[in-house]
């Protein structure tokens, strides 16, 4: 009977470490990476996808501000004269950006958010997108909507900005425990 306490005493002994050893690698992986997570964001939805992200995979949270922001009325897609509806008719319409000056050199990965407004992104993360280099960086996007898909968006960011590495996007209309295991997986 001893014997048999003395193996099972054993390979609990033996099985414990290997496992702490193996969660503390997976998460040594993510801090290596320094993550940025860009997002704008009107209503708030977007930015609540943006905090999940950067909580979980310890990334620094930026918003895109634009110089003017935009109101109710601005954000009316029904009106073919709201201030949305003309950026987005307008293609090459860039609005001019407020916030904080990035420094880009101090990230490896970019995850940049927006909601999906007539199929795109919206003008602001055009401007963004032209105003930073970046050059040695992986490009993550995600978007919100309630009810398009994130695909011409990205198709459509891919023939602008081909220079631009672009990781795997996802629409994140999920729980925000969905939102951070993809994130988790995305950077690993």
């Known amino acids: 009977m001893k014997q048999i306490i003395f193996i099972f005493m ?3 002994c033996f099985s414990c470490p290997s496992k702490a050893q193996k969660q503390a690698a ?3 992986v993510q801090s290596d990476k320094k993550i940025l997570v860009v997002y704008f964001s009107c209503t708030g939805t977007t930015e609540k996808a943006a905090d999940a992200i950067a909580k979980t995979v310890g990334g620094k949270l930026y918003r895109i501000t634009p110089a003017t922001a935009y109101t109710s009325a601005d954000l009316d897609w029904h009106n073919k004269n709201s201030r949305s509806s003309v950026e987005m008719r307008t293609e090459n319409s860039r609005p001019e950006l407020g916030g904080e000056v990035l420094d880009l050199k101090n990230y490896d990965v970019v995850f940049i958010g927006y909601p999906i407004w007539w199929d795109l992104c919206p003008r602001p ?5 032209e105003k ?3 050059s040695g960086k992986t490009v993550i996007p995600f978007a919100t909507s309630g009810g398009s898909s ?5 198709k459509q960011l891919k023939k602008l900005y081909p220079k ?6 996802r629409l994140l209309n999920g729980s925000v425990k ?3 295991e993809w994130a988790k997986q995305v950077v690993n």
């Open 10 to 12: 054993s390979l609990l």
């Open 26 to 28: 997976n998460t040594n």
């Open 125 to 129: 993360v055009n401007t963004f997108l």
């Open 132 to 134: 930073y280099d970046f």
């Open 150 to 154: 994130i695909t011409n968006s990205v």
């Open 164 to 169: 631009i590495v672009w990781g795997e996007s």
């Open 178 to 180: 969905q939102v951070g």
